[in-house]
């Protein structure tokens, strides 16, 4: 008896180049946080099922479990950005559906530092000016201070 041998893939898989931390690299890069869902506070994961044509596009995008205020939308966007390759099917033009699970979470609060007060302080004197002969001692030339506080 032999062993049946594995049959290649009559249809090869889209890929994301690099790889899938690649793609999850330029869906947290490109995702921003809505504003409404800020206000809301709304959390979670938004699952995207896209469809994926012969050349790699994405070209349609729909929400299978989402989060609201607004995070549906961004997700939908960031997944039309994405770029496939895809490998030759033998001529055949094939249409992929793939899903997305993206990840919602509120931006941590930023820390700011206290900035510290800002004051100038500018001190000078102004001496009037003397009539003296040039023979005399040499004039003394005013005095300017100054005093930069941070």
Known sequence: MEKDKKKPL??????????PKALSAFIQ????????ALEAGAEGTVIVEYDIDYQGKVV????????????????CRVVRLLKFDVP?????????H????????KPAPL??????S?????NYTVSPAKDETPAEAPQQKPVYTYTIQL
């Open 29 to 36: 890069e490109h995702l921003r946080y809505p504003a409404a």
């Open 111 to 116: 820390k700011t530092q206290p900035t510290p």
């Open 88 to 96: 030759k099917n033998r001529g055949v033009r094939v249409l992929f």
């Open 98 to 105: 793939k899903k997305a699970h993206i990840k919602f979470k």
């Open 60 to 75: 349609a995008t729909r929400v299978l479990q989402g989060v609201g205020s607004g995070c549906d939308e961004e997700a």
């Open 10 to 19: 009559f249809i090869h898989q889209p890929e994301y180049p690099g790889g």
């Open 118 to 122: 800002t004051s100038f302080q500018v």
